[in-house]
């Protein structure tokens, strides 16, 4: 068994760590921190978890002195440097898994989308978690990042649980009723992060809906050269024919399908007359593929677990 902790677990993704760490084989939560629940029972507030296990609120060198395997830091931008200095001075070989954007451009940390970076991992204890827009579009472009004419053109929209638990209008039930709220129109994070992992330029058009969780992504692609549907179709069951967590389906998929699934949809390919703009429809939850499933993923691959194990599989099916 190896100890893991959790630093920032009161947000929606800190709970879907939570109850993905309680059922892995090989995994024991050793401690979750959380400013605003510290004392109170976690399986008060995460049903899958059965324990007597607390929340507690631990600074970051008390963290560091816990002796675990790995730490997921759950924080928001900006807040993991402290855990992180604690944790190289204390426990260097302590595995860091984080969700944040801290380092998802820092080339010292291994940035982890597995169905696309696996390969490149060699053996770091430091690894980013993607975004969950950013999983989406490069997910739906990958297959054909090499065919590509222009910048892709991607337009997402997100449940509520993705703006996480601190009020704003972004997860205001009242002002997201019977709305679409736009956002973040030019530059967004997760654009640049698109830009820099998957090495193309890419637009972005980021918006907020009522529904709490789930993203639905659509992709407009200009190619190269002519294609058929069929064809792009193929080029996309191909590219992710060994990945259990890829689904590819004829029609555009829906978001309200995806919900509380553990992979992604890719389907409508959607061909344009003359062959060369074709539109891609993805869908993933941010809470699990766009979050806590990926970092189990990057978390059993840093540890040497196999990828999949701990991630219920047959939810997706």
């Known amino acids: 068994m190896r100890r893991v902790g959790i630093v920032g677990a009161r947000g929606h ?7 993905l760490i309680a059922r892995h084989p090989q995994l024991e939560l050793a401690f979750v921190s959380s400013r605003e ?16 296990l607390r929340y507690e609120n631990p600074d970051a060198d008390a963290m560091a002195e816990k002796n675990v395997d790995a730490v997921i830091l759950a924080l928001p931008n900006g807040k993991s440097r402290p855990f992180e200095q604690a944790l190289d001075v204390c426990a260097p070989q302590t595995v860091i898994v984080d969700l944040s954007a801290d380092h998802r451009f820092d080339a010292g940390w291994y940035y982890g989308l597995p169905e696309l970076t696996r390969q490149r991992y060699k053996g770091e204890r430091r690894v980013a978690n993607p975004g969950c827009y950013a999983t989406a579009m ?7 990042r090499d065919m590509l004419a222009a910048p892709p053109q991607c337009f997402g929209v997100s449940g509520y649980s993705g703006a996480g638990t601190t009020p704003s209008d972004r997860n205001d039930p009242e002002k997201l009723r019977d709305n679409l709220m736009p956002y973040s129109l030019a530059d967004h994070l997760h654009q640049r992060e698109v830009t820099t992992h998957l090495g193309v330029p890419v637009e972005f058009m980021p918006h907020v809906a009522p529904h709490f969780r789930g993203i639905t992504m659509t992709v407009n692609l200009w190619l190269r050269e002519p294609m058929s549907a069929d064809g792009v179709k193929e080029s ?8 259990p967590l890829i689904r590819i389906v004829d029609e555009p998929p829906w978001v309200v399908r995806i919900a509380g699934r553990h992979g992604v949809e890719i389907g409508g390919f959607a061909m344009a007359a003359g062959g060369k703009r074709v539109v891609v429809v993805a869908t ?8 806590a499933t990926q970092a189990m993923q990057n978390l059993n691959l840093a540890l040497g677990f196999d990828e999949f194990a701990g991630v219920p599989l047959e939810a997706h099916a």
């Open 37 to 52: 629940l510290a004392g109170r029972l976690v399986r008060d507030h995460v049903a899958a978890f059965d324990g007597e």
């Open 284 to 291: 993933l939850d941010n809470l699990l593929k766009g979050a």
């Open 13 to 19: 993704t800190g709970a879907e760590l939570i109850a």
């Open 138 to 144: 490069q997910l739906a472009i990958a297959p054909m």
């Open 236 to 243: 996309y069951r191909e590219r992710y024919a060994q990945e």
